[in-house]
């Protein structure tokens, strides 16, 4: 018997809306090649990048043939620092920054969609 736990929030690092200045250059490097490269790039390690709220654990799943997978009970979070800059702010995304018991981030994803929203499911799961 398998048990299959609800996935609560399932994000990938958005391409345009993390760095629009970054994608209008991209897109003007096109003509000489580069661009297709950039763009090629970028777009993997997005897809490649996945953090998701699965039951009580924050999982991040980074890469694509190989897989490094990083799980945190929430429990064991104590703090989720979310940054945005202006842009970020217009445009709803940020890098979120997980940190448990050590100085050192144990999870930190940039260009994530609406990052107020898993700070505040993070938050609502711990006081349950």
Excluded at 1 to 27: D, I, Q, W
């Amino acid at each position: 018997m398998v048990f299959k736990l609800k996935t609560t929030y399932s994000e990938r690092p958005a391409m345009f809306r993390s760095n629009p200045l970054g994608f209008v250059l991209a897109l003007l490097l096109v003509p000489v090649v580069i661009g297709l490269v950039i763009f090629l790039v970028w777009y993997l390690k997005c897809i490649s990048t996945r953090l998701e709220l699965v039951g009580n654990d924050l999982v991040l799943t980074e890469g694509l043939l190989s897989k490094e997978r990083t799980e945190l009970d929430i429990t064991g979070i104590r703090t989720v620092k979310v940054y945005q800059s202006l842009l970020n702010r217009m445009l709803n995304v940020g890098t979120i920054s997980v940190f448990t018991a050590g100085d050192d981030a144990e999870i930190v994803v940039s260009g994530l969609p609406d990052p107020h929203d898993l700070r505040e499911l993070i938050n609502r799961q711990q006081d349950s």
